[in-house]
């Protein structure tokens, strides 16, 4: 009779438990997905999470779009509001062409931080990963009172953290004619497969949609000049790296860089290279690749929460 009892007790407890989940929400309920002329351009961005509470502007990289942080978002919502735009000519965010629109790192600085003064975002924490780094300090640097601490995620700053490939890649600076072959490496579909599973010994954590996803948008009209375009470009961020440097040391932000260690773009030496700037900040060299979020988003969403919790009421 007793074990009866307990089976039904058991049984019961399961059900109550089983119910409890099935009134949960989705994770994807706490995403909402908007638009917003900028300077009469349509940018795409994602939002989640209390207005009121602090909010954490989420800068993504290439080529990937605000899609990157599905996963992310969720994990900090219920303490942060989120805002994750997409560049314009990246994701879901208008492509104009480049006869309409100036595809710099000083353009796409600009409209990003306009977007954000459009929604009255003038306080935030910057997570920047990849071209996100370059958006992400133009930003800092123009307006350093808005950023209350930074989150750098395999985001470069550091001449000693360019992995081997950038040395192709300055062959094409210097002559991108005669080197179409380096940018159409760099644009094509094996290349963004790469992107994320080169180095990792864990190749069967990713999913494959991000990278055909990733090259169905850089397959768009207009797409490969626009890639073009901010791949020249890329060269002004490596000569920006002394005043970014310098801005660390003189401001100190609160700091904490997430690096994949296995990331063949950016070395770990460039995660390392924060410290000389900014000897407090957290450094957590982390058992994944270029795109982290694809292996370790729940080490980094509880790394972000307890260093957050320290430096943002």
Known sequence: MKKKILVLITAMLALGTAAKAWTMPSSSSTITYYRAQVDGISIFYREAGPKDA???????GFPSSSRMFDT????????????????PGFGQSEAPSPARYHYTFDHLAETTNR???QLNIDRYILYMQDYGGPVGFRILVQHPDRVSAIVVQNANAYKEGLGSKWTAIAQYWADPKANLEIF?????LEGAKQRHIAGSPHPE???????????ATLSRPDEQEIQAE???DYQTNVASYPEWQAWLRAH???MMVLWGKYDVSFIVAGAEAYKRDVPDAEVHILDAGHFALDEKVDEIAELMLRFLSKQVP
């Open 115 to 117: 977007l954000l003064e």
């Open 54 to 60: 602090p909010t954490i502007v989420l800068l993504h």
């Open 230 to 232: 901010l791949l020249f």
């Open 72 to 87: 992310l978002i969720p994990l900090l919502a219920s303490r942060y509001h989120l805002i994750a735009p997409d560049y």
């Open 252 to 254: 100190k932000p609160p």
């Open 205 to 215: 954590r990713y999913n494959p949609d991000t990278w055909t996803d990733e090259y």
């Open 184 to 188: 159409r490496a760099f644009t094509s």
